[in-house]
């Protein structure tokens, strides 16, 4: 009987060792690695990564095809990275666009406010605020209005015009807005710089050249931009000469007020 038991009891202990050997065989030979249970997904770099176990194989070539993979993964994530920084040259090509502008006398601009009381005339320190009709570069189109503030600076005796910096926007309809700042001359050329937009004009740059076609009641304003997506054809138009344009332009109301 006693030798019975020790033969069953070594019988016993010899298959649990191949069992352990078997197990301990298998978990080197395929480990198991197991990824978060939720998906992730980065928008950012359109990388997903979906929740599965994956099982390594011992294969001699599996650290190759792994080097492989990694490699394919870095150069699209370089890839992508690249063109997220990239300038788009498109962008950088300077759109010229004109628009007219008129004072049609419907709004009583331009109205002088003024600070300075050492003379009736414009003086340095008035304020004269105005908003007028912006035509488009054919001046028979209305797309919207214009509206700005003008300081004067000093007083040109030789033209009896003034020098004003100027703080304006030409409101294009459902196009936008372009937002200009800089020195306006009612007796010459003058040349401001474009400092924003909105709508189809939104992160333009660029300057904006404005020409006196009657003193201050007709202007034509020509745009060259960057930093903007192509502009629709009608904008883009050359402009009409200013001899050409035929439009009846009424004389304004000139209010003047005193701020206290």
Known sequence: MATASSALAIGSGLAGKAVS?????????????SLPAAPLKSQFFGVSH???SLR???SPGSEVRSSSSA?????????????LFSKDEKNDEEQVMALFEFNEGDKGSPFLVKNNKT?????IGDLVPYSNKVYDCTGKKYLGRSAGLCVVVEHHFPSGGDLFETTMSHYVGDYGHLSCQGPYMSYADSEMAVTGG???FAGARGWVK???IAGPLKLIYTYHLKGIAKLPADLCQPPVLPGQVKKEV???VLAQASKS
Not at 21 to 33: A, E, F, I
Not at 71 to 83: C, H, N, R, T
Not at 119 to 123: E, G, I, L, V
């Open 21 to 33: 050997k078997q197990s301990l065989r298998n978990s080197q030979s395929s480990p198991t690695v």
């Open 50 to 52: 979906v929740s599965r």
């Open 56 to 58: 390594r194989s011992s």
């Open 71 to 83: 490699a394919i993964v870095s150069a699209s994530f370089v890839e992508k990275l690249g063109k």
């Open 119 to 123: 003379s009736q005339a414009p003086c």
């Open 198 to 200: 909105t709508g189809i």
């Open 210 to 212: 404005c020409q006196n």
């Open 250 to 252: 009424k004389q304004p």
